[in-house]
């Protein structure tokens, strides 16, 4: 499971660099380019699973000086489920 969420900062509480820092050092997440002077903070999560995704989003809004976590998009892998493939045997 792939999200894509944009993390809301309050430089006020702690210096930027530093909140992004914390976010990038977080398992299965990968912080995007960042323009010097926003407060918006693209970043990628890798997830294995929702409760997973949900655990990342939870620890990124606790961090100090974070004050929203917006999920933009969340992307699905299901693998295929073989019961419900259609039968080829006997098929030429």
Do not use: K, W, Y
Not at 41 to 61: F, G, K, V, Y
């Amino acid at each position: 499971m792939i999200a894509s969420v944009v993390a809301t900062l309050e430089e006020r509480v702690r210096p930027r660099q530093e909140i992004i820092h914390e976010i990038s050092q977080m398992p299965d997440v990968e912080v995007g380019e960042t323009v010097a002077s926003g407060n918006r903070i693209p970043i990628t999560i890798d997830s294995s699973s929702p409760n997973a995704l949900e655990e990342i989003t939870r620890r990124m809004q606790a961090c100090e000086g974070v004050a929203l976590v917006d999920i933009v998009f969340v992307h699905f892998e299901n693998e295929p489920d073989e019961s419900l493939a259609p039968a080829t045997e006997g098929i030429n």
